[in-house]
C-alpha cells in the first residue's frame, strides 16, 4: 500500500504546497499534461500524490480515502463535524492565511461590535418585515459563532462567490467570507466588526484519524513526519 | 451503558397506545405534513432551525423542511380551523439535523397533546402535566418545572426605559447576552471617545463611505439616536438588578420556591401576578394527584430552548443519565398562538413524549 496525500490541484495554494514540501526534500509534481489530474513524490519511497479540490480535502480525509491532505483550517472546521476526532492537525504551513471575518456597509455608522450588529439586526427587521440577511458558504461556523455571541434576528444567505458584492445588489445586508488583505471588502464600502473575527484560516497539513495504516504506511508516515520536522 | 435500540414496531405500538389514551383523556388526533414550508419555520425560529431541522428544496416550491416538531403545524390548523376549546394529540417521526453529537437521533416518534383552552390557563397547565406524569409512571424520570412568565414579568416591571426592556426580553432565550445587556445596564458607562463624537458631529456619514444596501440613513440616524438616548439614561437601580438575580437562582421544591419568589416580588412586585398563576397551577396540580411538595422549580428552566414557550414549562428527564435528552417535554406558548394567528390568539399548553426512550428505560428497567 501507499501512502496517499491529497493536495488541492490548481492555482497558487499548489504551487505554495509544492514548494513547501520541496523543502523538506520531497518533490511533488504534476504529471503529463497541465490538464491532467495526476501526481508524482520523488524524494521519499511509498507515498502517492492525489490532486483534488481543496475544498474535497476535508471530506476525503473523514472517509480515509488519503491519509494526509492539505487544506484550509477554515474548511476543516466548517465542513467536518467534531473534526477533532477525525483528522489530526500535524502542521500549519505558513501560507494560505486567511480569516473568516464578519463585514457590515462602512456606510454604518452606528455598527462597530456584534452587539451593534445585533441591535442593528432588531431594528432592521421591525423596519423591513424580514431578518437581517448574511452572505456567507461558511453556514456551520458563522451559525455557531452567532449563537455563541447572542445575535438575534439575522439569517444566512448562501453565497459561493463574489460575495462582498451581495450587500450592493441588495441581497443581504452584511457578509461573513475569507479575507487576506481586506482590499476586496474596502472597494465593496465594507468594514471588519470589530470582533468580527470567526475563525483565523491558514493552509496546513493534516493526517487522517480514520484511514487505514498498514505496517509499510506506518513506517513510511514516520519517516515523512520526521522529514517534515527536519 | 450500552443502549439497545428498540424495535421500531414496538415504538409504532406504544406510541399508538399513548395516542389512545390522549384520545380517550378528550383529544382529536390530527395528522399533519412531513414536509413543511420553510419560511414559516424560519420566520419564528431564525437561523437556529437551521441548525436543527432538515432542509429540502425543490424548484417549484423552495426550501422546505423535515417537521422538527408538530406544535407550529397543529397551532397553524386549530388557527385556521379550530373551534374552542379543542385538545389535539398526534404520532409520529420528527427530524431533528444533529451537528455536534452523533449520539442524538436524527429521527424520532413523538406523541404529544395540546390543550387551547381560554378558560382556566392553571387547569390547562395541570391537565397536560398530569396526563403526562401518567403516561410515564414506573419510569425512572423526574421532572423539573419552571415559569417564563415570572422572569417577563420582572422585565416588563423594571423601572427602566422601554428600549431596555424590548432588549432584555428580546434575550430572555440568550441567557449569556441577556446578562451582560443587566451588566451593562446596571453599570454607568461612558461611550467610546469615538462613538461620543459621532453623536456630536454635525454629518455622522462624513468619510462613511458609499451610501449601499438595503439599511437606510434613516434607520442609522434613527440607531444614533438610541444610542446617544441610551448614554444619558440613567444606570438601573442596583436593587432591582438584585431581585433579577435573586429570581434567577431559585431552585427548590414548588412551595419553597413559591415562597422565595414571594419575598422576591417584594423588589419586583410586577411579578406578583405570575406569581398568583404559579399559586393557582400548584393548587391545580395538587388536585390531580400531583406531590407538589416534591416537584422541582426552576426559575431558569426553559431559558435555552427554543424561543417559543413563554409561561409554564416542564420537562421529564431520565434519572442518573444526564446524556440522555428529556424523556418528556411541554409548556405554555400563548405568544406563538399570536405570532402564527394573523391577529388572533389563544392560550395554549401541550407536551410531547418519546415512546422509544420510554421503550428502552423500559429494558432498561427489567
Not at chain 1, 463585514?103 to 452587539?115: I, N, S
Not at chain 2, 458631529?201 to 434613516?218: K, M, N, T, Y
Request: charged share 25%; aromatic share 6%; net charge negative.
Amino acid at each position: 500500500m501507499t501512502l496517499k496525500l491529497g493536495v488541492p490541484s490548481k492555482g497558487r495554494l499548489m504551487e505554495k504546497t509544492f514548494d513547501w514540501f520541496e523543502r523538506s526534500g520531497i518533490r511533488l509534481s504534476r504529471s503529463g499534461s497541465d490538464r491532467e489530474y495526476a501526481g508524482m513524490v520523488e524524494g521519499i519511497e511509498g507515498v502517492s500524490l492525489v490532486l483534488l479540490s481543496a475544498g474535497e480535502i476535508p471530506r476525503e480525509l473523514a472517509a480515509g480515502r488519503i491519509h494526509l491532505g492539505v487544506t484550509g483550517t477554515d474548511l476543516i472546521h466548517e465542513k467536518l463535524a467534531r473534526w477533532e476526532q477525525q483528522v489530526e492537525e500535524i502542521q500549519p504551513m505558513g501560507f494560505g492565511d486567511a480569516d473568516l471575518i464578519l463585514a457590515v456597509p462602512r456606510f454604518w455608522v452606528d455598527v462597530d461590535t456584534l452587539d451593534d450588529l445585533d441591535a442593528a439586526a432588531a431594528g432592521f427587521r421591525a423596519a423591513h418585515g424580514h431578518r437581517l440577511r448574511i452572505a456567507t458558504k461558511y453556514h456551520r461556523l458563522v451559525r455557531d459563532f452567532l449563537r455563541d455571541e447572542g445575535v438575534a434576528d439575522y439569517m444566512l444567505v448562501d453565497s459561493q462567490g463574489a460575495t462582498e458584492g451581495t450587500v450592493k445588489n441588495e441581497t443581504a445586508e452584511a457578509i461573513a467570507d475569507i479575507t487576506s488583505t481586506g482590499e476586496t471588502l474596502r472597494a465593496n464600502h465594507l468594514k471588519i466588526l470589530s470582533d468580527g473575527l470567526i475563525l483565523r484560516s491558514q493552509a496546513t497539513l493534516w493526517r487522517s484519524r480514520v484511514a487505514p495504516y498498514d505496517t509499510g504506511d506506518r513506517t513510511t508516515l514516520a519517516e515523512f513526519l520526521d522529514r517534515i520536522d527536519g | 451503558m450500552p443502549r439497545s435500540k428498540p424495535a421500531r414496531a414496538d415504538i409504532l405500538a406504544l406510541a399508538a397506545q399513548l395516542r389512545a389514551r390522549f384520545e380517550a383523556a378528550g383529544a382529536r388526533p390530527v395528522e399533519t405534513p412531513i414536509l413543511q414550508p420553510a419560511d414559516t419555520l424560519l420566520d419564528l425560529y431564525g437561523e437556529e432551525i437551521r441548525a436543527r431541522a432538515y432542509t429540502a428544496t425543490d424548484a417549484l416550491r423552495g426550501e422546505q423542511m423535515m417537521r422538527p416538531d408538530f406544535t407550529v403545524p397543529v397551532v397553524q390548523m386549530h388557527m385556521s380551523q379550530g373551534a374552542e376549546p379543542a385538545r389535539y394529540t398526534y404520532a409520529g417521526e420528527v427530524f431533528r439535523r444533529q451537528e455536534h453529537d452523533p449520539d442524538r437521533a436524527n429521527e424520532y416518534i413523538q406523541v404529544g397533546y395540546e390543550v387551547f383552552d381560554r378558560t382556566d390557563p392553571a387547569q390547562a397547565d395541570a391537565e397536560v402535566f398530569s396526563l403526562i406524569a401518567q403516561a410515564l409512571d414506573g419510569l425512572p424520570a423526574r421532572p423539573a418545572t419552571g415559569d417564563i412568565g415570572i422572569l417577563k414579568a420582572a422585565v416588563q416591571g423594571l423601572h427602566t426605559t422601554r428600549a431596555r426592556k424590548d432588549m432584555l426580553l428580546r434575550h430572555i432565550w440568550r441567557p449569556r447576552r441577556f446578562r451582560t445587556l443587566l451588566d451593562r445596564y446596571a453599570a454607568a458607562a461612558r461611550p467610546a471617545p469615538a462613538r461620543a463624537a459621532l453623536f456630536d458631529a454635525a454629518d455622522p456619514f462624513v468619510g462613511a463611505g458609499a451610501e449601499i444596501g438595503l439599511r437606510s440613513r434613516a434607520e442609522i440616524v434613527h440607531r444614533l439616536r438610541e444610542l446617544r438616548d441610551e448614554a444619558e439614561t440613567p444606570p438601573m437601580s442596583a436593587h432591582e438588578l438584585a431581585g433579577i438575580d435573586a429570581l434567577l437562582a431559585v431552585r427548590e421544591t414548588a412551595p419553597f420556591a413559591l415562597q422565595q419568589l414571594r419575598d422576591i416580588a417584594v423588589d419586583l412586585p410586577a411579578i406578583t401576578p405570575a406569581l398568583d398563576g404559579l399559586e393557582s397551577r400548584l393548587t391545580a396540580l395538587a388536585g390531580r394527584g400531583i406531590d407538589v411538595d416534591d416537584l422541582e422549580f426552576e426559575a431558569s428552566y426553559g431559558r435555552t430552548s427554543m424561543e417559543y414557550y413563554d409561561g409554564f414549562v416542564f420537562g421529564f428527564s431520565v434519572l442518573g443519565r444526564p446524556d440522555l435528552p428529556p424523556v418528556a417535554t411541554g409548556g405554555r406558548y400563548d405568544a406563538l398562538t399570536r405570532q402564527l394567528g394573523q391577529g388572533a390568539e389563544i392560550p395554549a399548553v401541550g407536551a410531547v413524549l418519546r415512546p422509544g426512550l420510554m421503550l428502552e428505560l423500559r429494558e432498561a428497567a427489567r
